[in-house]
């Protein structure tokens, strides 16, 4: 491989006006696997860097004993889920939907109070998508948090309310799936 042949880029291709934030909200959404696991990356690095961190999930039931809820805890990460699991499993979607609203409330309180840095709402865009929550609701309740409270939000079909007020938007894109070969959920990957 000669010189002419690298690709790697030579000019800096960031804008020339960067300025630092108070904080951000970051949003991981698609069809794709991976908007939960980015979060709790991220996760992890707030707690390498001293931040009080603080996960609400909505649809995950507090019963699955996941992987990243045991290292959360471990490293002293506040973990709350208000789900009973996937919706097409309920018996009772009314009792879900109350879930929800609880957990909703609970993650009010913890962004608005400003003790943590990082509050993760995991699956928080399932609520606007069934229609438990308007949209317009969480993006004003976000947009209003303290100044110093990042925020990362996951889950599928993110409303365009919820991505206007993001300073980050990613969307993860479903090339292939282990689950469309017949393949379970594997722990240790995906939980």
Known sequence: MTASDDLAPTADPRPDSLHGADSLVVVNTGNGKGKSSAAFGMMIRAVARGWNVAV???IKSGDWKTGEEKIARQLGVEWLAFGDGFTWDSDDLANDRAHAATGWAAALDLITAGDHQLVI???LTYLSNFNWLDAS???DAISNRPRHVNVI??????APE???IADTVTEMHEIKHAYQQGIR???GLDY
């Open 162 to 164: 919820i991505t206007e």
């Open 185 to 187: 959920a594997m722990r």
């Open 137 to 139: 609701e969480i993006a």
């Open 153 to 158: 939000i996951t889950g599928r079909d993110a």
């Open 56 to 58: 609400v999930q909505f």
């Open 121 to 123: 709402l995991d699956e």
